[in-house]
């Protein structure tokens, strides 16, 4: 090969020896399982457990059987309804922590920052079995916390009901993570040079303005990048639904998200056999929503904004 100058010179073979440590770890513990996963899910087993290929008959199962479609199609609406409902809360407030947080003005902002960011650093195991504890009607203290404060008639059975379940999950699991986006537009804010902002204030922008037309723009590539991570971590959520509901996602399926549909599926629960090669065609259409959500972010979003910086 040459170099920059037209000189002919040895293949950098030092490169491949230092990548091929952390290459090979990838390559086993990522790359082949995802393989496997989307080779299995196109078989399927008799009644002695003997496997066979099947082609796309599970995924044929999975969008079109009645008994495989509509808890498929339940998970997938619930899990939906979980993104939007972080991208529409805890997003936003994530901006909003950020903004504030960034302001000079604003006095032992590191122990604010600090507090708001610790819940992300404990397990969702102990935060859903916490939050269960207390939003309990038995013997939680949110029913005396809102009495007291007026509020009482709003107390309700709220993780035991279909219509306020999912929603109260998405708000806990809201609470717990809202760290990450804080911390990461918060970055982002104070890489913005000040000459921009004095400039701004020297033309008579008031605060709002100055955020709106020279702040904003320039971490909207920080907020894609947080929309999306946000979409792929909501589409792997298992933790907490598990924590507080257990594999079933009750009542009645009414918080089953792809993550729960998944285990199920795979390793089975009470009545229902386990299944590894249904449970692979449902981890693999998980992959191919969270592949495809991406795609749909590189090519609208991300390419938008390199032309922008460009």
């Known amino acids: 090969m040459t170099n920059r100058h037209g000189v002919k010179g040895q293949f950098p073979w030092h490169i491949i020896f230092f990548l091929s440590p952390g290459l090979l770890v990838y390559l086993t513990f990522s790359v082949l399982p995802l393989l496997d996963t989307l080779w299995l899910g196109f078989f399927s087993e008799d009644e002695t457990g003997k496997r066979f290929f099947a082609g796309l008959q599970n995924y044929q199962a999975l969008l079109f059987d009645a008994v495989w479609s509509e808890p498929f199609w339940n998970a997938l609406w619930n899990n939906l309804k979980f ?37 992300t650093m404990l397990s969702v195991v102990i935060i859903g079995f916490v939050w269960q504890l207390l939003l309990s009607p038995l013997w939680g203290i949110s029913e005396d916390f809102l009495y007291n404060i007026g509020l009482g008639h709003l107390f309700d059975a709220w993780l035991g009901k279909e219509s306020s379940a999912l929603i109260t999950l998405s708000l806990i699991s809201v609470w717990q993570f809202v760290g990450i986006p804080m911390m990461l537009i918060y970055a982002s804010l104070l890489s913005i040079p000040d000459e921009l902002v004095d400039a701004s204030v020297v033309d008579g922008s008031n605060p709002w303005q100055t955020f709106w037309h020279i702040k904003l723009p320039l971490i909207m590539p920080t907020i894609g990048m947080v929309s999306i991570l946000t979409f792929v971590a909501n589409f792997n959520a298992f933790e907490l639904i598990y924590a507080v509901k257990g594999a079933l996602a009750g009542p009645n399926f009414s918080t089953d998200i792809m993550g729960t549909l998944f285990y199920r599926t795979f390793f089975g629960f009470q009545l229902q056999a386990g299944s590894p090669t249904m449970g692979a065609a449902v981890a693999t ?3 191919l929503i969270i592949l495809l959500g991406v795609a749909l972010y590189l090519f609208f979003v991300q390419r938008r904004i390199q032309r922008f910086q460009l």
């Open 285 to 287: 259409l998980m992959f």
């Open 83 to 119: 993104f939007v409902i972080h991208m529409l809360v805890q997003n936003p407030i994530g901006l909003a922590l950020a903004v504030i947080l960034s302001s000079p003005k604003l006095r032992f902002s590191n122990t604010y920052r600090t507090l708001i960011f610790m819940p």
